[in-house]
C-alpha cells in the first residue's frame, strides 16, 4: 500500500495536526543542524510542467537535507500528457524514484499520475489546488498564534488553486474562511457547496474587501493573474481595481491580522510595499516553512506507506 498527498483533505485533521508537528521538529533539527537522514539512498522525481523557484529550491534542498537526492525534469525533459502519456510516465518513474512530486497545470494529469505510480506522489501545484502552500501556510499559523482554534482567515484576490486548498483544509479544520473576489472569479462552487453541507467550517464568498476583512486574524492574498494567465493580466487589473491589500484595508480589520502571500508578488499591484515589508507580514515565514511542512509530508507518507 502507499499514500497519496494531492488534496489537503486527504490527511484526516488528526493527520494535518501530527504532520504540523512532526514539520516543527524537523525544522528543529535543521536549525540545529543535526543530521537525520530518513530518505538515506532514496531519490525523487520532481515534475515541473510549470516552472517555480520556491517549489524547486525547497523540494530540492529538503530532499537532499534528509538524505536523498531529488532529479529535476522540467517541461524539454517530460512532455506529460502530451509526448507520453501520464500512467507510462508513471509506471516509468516509480521504477527509478522512491517518490514522485509533481507541479502540474491539468489536475486531472496529477490524479492519473497518483493513480499509476506505485510509489507516493505528492501534489506540487494544479490548476486547482495547491496543498503544500497551504500545508506551509497553516504551519506558519501554528507557530505564531500557538493554535488554528477560531481563525478568520480573508482571502482576497482570484478564487484560484489557492482558495480551493483552504477550503479542503476547512473540511478538516474549523474555522472562518471568506474569499473576497470580484463578480466572474469566484472559487469552484461544487467545493463550496461541499465545504457548507459539511458545516465544520464557516465560508462566505464576499465582494467588498473593507467589510470582510473586519476581525480578521489573517488577511492573505495572491497575483491577480497566475501563470498561464499573464495575457489577462491588465484586463484583471481593472477587473480588481479597489481589491489591492494596502494599509488602509490593513486597518479597516480592527484587529492586527497577520499578512500572507504565497510569492512571488508583484508589488504595486495586489499588495503595497508598506504592507508586505510590514511588522505583522510573515510572507518569508510562509516561504521558509514551504520546506519543513513539505518534508514532514513526505516523511509522513514514507511511514504510511509501508504500513
Not at 243 to 270: D, I, W
Request: with cysteine; net charge negative; proline share 4%.
Amino acid at each position: 500500500m502507499k499514500r497519496d498527498f494531492l488534496h489537503v483533505s486527504d490527511f484526516t485533521s488528526e493527520e494535518i495536526y501530527e504532520t504540523l508537528e512532526l514539520a516543527k521538529w524537523v525544522k528543529d533539527k535543521f536549525k540545529r543542524r543535526e543530521k537525520y537522514f530518513p530518505f538515506d539512498n532514496q531519490s525523487m522525481a520532481m515534475i515541473f510542467a510549470k516552472p517555480s523557484a520556491r517549489t524547486r529550491v525547497s523540494f530540492e534542498t529538503g530532499f537532499y537535507r534528509l538524505g536523498g537526492h531529488a532529479l529535476y525534469l522540467g517541461p524539454n525533459d517530460i512532455g506529460i500528457g502530451k509526448r507520453e502519456s501520464v500512467a507510462d510516465i508513471a509506471r516509468v518513474l516509480s521504477r527509478y524514484n522512491d517518490v514522485i512530486m509533481a507541479r502540474l497545470f491539468e489536475h486531472k494529469h496529477i490524479l492519473e499520475l497518483a493513480k499509476y505510480a506505485s510509489v507516493p506522489v505528492v501534489n506540487g501545484l494544479t490548476d486547482y489546488n495547491h496543498p503544500c502552500q497551504i500545508m506551509a501556510d497553516i504551519l506558519t499559523i501554528y507557530e505564531k498564534l500557538g493554535s488554528l482554534n477560531d481563525l478568520k482567515i480573508v482571502y482576497i484576490g482570484d478564487g484560484n488553486n489557492i482558495v480551493h486548498s483552504w477550503l479542503e483544509l476547512a473540511l478538516r479544520i474549523p474555522m472562518h474562511f471568506v474569499c473576497v473576489c470580484p463578480e466572474g472569479f469566484l472559487p469552484n462552487q461544487k467545493l463550496v457547496d461541499m465545504v457548507n453541507e459539511d458545516g465544520k467550517s464557516k465560508i462566505e464568498i464576499s465582494h467588498d474587501p473593507y467589510e470582510a476583512v473586519k476581525g480578521a486574524n489573517v488577511i492573505y492574498t495572491d497575483v491577480w493573474a497566475s501563470m498561464g494567465q499573464k495575457e489577462e493580466a491588465e484586463i484583471r487589473k481593472k477587473k480588481f481595481d479597489g481589491f489591492q491589500v494596502n494599509s488602509n484595508l490593513m486597518s479597516a480589520t480592527g484587529t492586527k491580522p497577520y499578512f500572507m502571500h504565497c510569492l512571488p508578488a508583484e508589488r504595486g499591484v495586489e499588495v503595497t510595499d508598506e504592507v508586505c515589508d510590514s511588522e505583522n507580514s510573515i510572507i518569508f515565514d510562509q516561504a521558509e516553512n514551504r520546506m519543513h511542512a513539505q518534508n514532514a509530508v513526505m516523511i509522513k507518507l514514507q511511514k504510511d506507506s509501508k504500513k
